[in-house]
């Protein structure tokens, strides 16, 4: 049961590609840097994580409401939030072979801390402090252009007709969570919560990356789930740490091991905020960041409230205070999900005759519970028979039918698929009304009652 660190991620993206997890996107015309498409084990698995994370979040929260804001939204709210004029990365470029990178990446490489949000100013001291041992990753050069703070805002022409994005546009969003802040009034007036209470929302966001790497960690379109938690100032310390372990134990839950998690301190935080950790995942390249999570404090109903003339105070019912929410937040990515459950899921197995990969999901992760095997696809009576189950089975569970090649062959497959259970239509069958049932994990095969097929799996799965 080995992992080779050194290549695993070499081997998840292969496995990503070869059996439709994950593919490059419009491949067939050279690719879209850092845009990436799921196929359709992809979809299933990244559903089940967003099914899994709703629940946990808004299902099992009676204090916790939904959303789905629009993708477009006012460009003033860019500009309340902050991202026009300081979501931005420093930038530099290879004089050489013209690669660019992030400046606090290529720092860190070197172990030199240094981060996103310093001035342009600051960064190029560090830099400059720094260049002779800074060589391009790319064509190994020692070479870098000045520095500059690029923003990773995607703009549009939508509703524009002068065709030309740079006026005024309209951006496609940077972070879910706006949608978010500017409805905090809608949900409080229309829906029976009180403070403290959160929401929670599952979304497409979008940022010019510079640095395109890492496969599905970093993208310039990927998916958010996050959650905002609107609470009285007095409050916002305590919840913040009930937040945090929340969200420990979700991955825990998860299926994630405790030993590949750990909590990252951000030292230097934004004027505004409280208090700010993100949760880390070991990665086949080391730890990074899975998902944050921080006490911003008023600052952004404070900021929605003055761009938009808007009083978004809150009175408490009972005792007449009145107060600008202050909020905590939980922030994930799909994409880095999906990559961490993959990462976590990959095991390579010494078995009679050789070895297998085998995508050890939880049950619940899984793309595809159960497959259907007849045993031979040569004899109608056994296709009949497997097709009945399968169809009986795909009315409660996600079901693949299979008659293709040896049966050696469909087990490997699915192993790679990491679907937990096969079962297998033979002669006894016809015979006495029974299957086996294959364990991915296990790999042994008990014989069952038809019959008892589907109690087993509403037990099992
Ligand atoms: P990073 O420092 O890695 O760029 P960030 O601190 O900018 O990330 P946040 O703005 O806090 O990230 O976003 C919250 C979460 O959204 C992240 O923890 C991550 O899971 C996800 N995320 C952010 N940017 C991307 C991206 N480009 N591709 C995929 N997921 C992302």
């Known amino acids: 049961m080995k992992k080779e660190k050194n290549d695993l991620m070499e081997k998840i993206v292969s496995l990503a590609k070869r059996r439709g997890f994950v593919y490059l996107s419009s491949e067939i015309y ?6 990436y498409d799921y196929g359709p084990y992809g979809v299933e698995l990244a559903n089940n994580i967003k099914d899994f994370w709703w629940k946990e979040m808004v299902q099992l929260r009676e204090d916790i409401v939904g959303l789905d804001s629009a993708i477009f939204m006012n460009p003033r709210i860019w500009e309340a939030s902050g991202h026009v004029a300081g979501f931005s990365d420093p930038l530099t470029e290879c004089k050489n072979c013209h690669a660019r990178f992030r400046m606090d990446h290529l720092l ?7 981060d996103e949000k ?35 805002l995607v703009k549009s022409n939508l509703g524009n007709i002068t065709d030309n994005p740079s006026e005024n546009p309209a951006y496609l969003r940077g972070e879910t969570c706006q949608g978010i802040y500017v409805n905090f009034k809608n949900v409080l007036d229309s829906v029976r919560v009180k403070i403290p209470f959160g929401i929670a929302q599952i979304g497409k966001a979008f940022r010019n990356e510079i640095t395109a790497r890492q496969f599905i960690f970093r993208t310039r379109e ?16 305590k919840e913040y740490e009930k937040l945090k372990k929340a969200r420990w134990d979700y991955y825990l839950k998860l299926g994630l091991n405790e030993k590949n998690l750990k909590w990252h301190k951000h030292e230097k935080l934004v004027f505004y905020a409280k208090a700010a950790y993100d949760i880390e995942y070991r990665f086949p390249f080391g730890f990074g960041e899975l998902e944050g999570v921080h006490a911003r404090g008023d600052y952004d109903l404070s900021q929605h409230a003055k761009f938009s003339g808007k009083d978004l105070s809150y009175t408490e019912p009972k005792t007449g205070k009145k107060f600008i929410p202050h909020i905590i937040e ?11 459950v993959l990462t976590e899921a990959y095991m390579e197995e010494k078995i009679d005759g050789g070895e297998r990969v085998v995508m050890k999901f939880p049950k619940n992760l899984a793309p595809i519970k159960i497959a259907v095997f007849p045993l031979l696809r040569n004899k109608p009576e056994l296709v009949k028979y497997a097709q009945e189950i399968f169809n009986d089975l795909k009315e409660d569970f996600m079901c693949e039918f299979d008659d293709n090649g040896n049966i050696g062959k469909r087990y490997r497959r699915q192993d790679e698929i990491g679907t937990p259970y096969c079962v297998t239509v033979d002669f006894d069958t016809l015979e006495e009304d029974t299957a086996t049932i294959r364990d991915r994990d296990t790999m042994e095969q008990k014989r069952i009652k038809i019959t008892d097929l589907k109690r087993f799996f509403v037990n099992n799965l």
Do not use: H
């Open 330 to 340: 939980s922030s994930v990515g799909v994409g880095r999900t999906v990559l961490a």
């Open 30 to 35: 050279g690719g879209f840097a850092s845009i």
């Open 222 to 237: 990927f998916e958010q789930m996050e959650m905002q938690y609107f609470l009285d100032p007095e409050d916002e310390m």
């Open 108 to 114: 860190e490489e070197i172990k030199v801390q240094a």
């Open 118 to 152: 310093m001035t342009e100013d600051e960064i190029n001291k560090i830099f400059k402090e720094n260049i002779e041992k800074i060589a391009c990753p790319s064509c190994g050069k020692k070479d870098f252009a000045e520095g500059r703070k690029f923003n990773l």
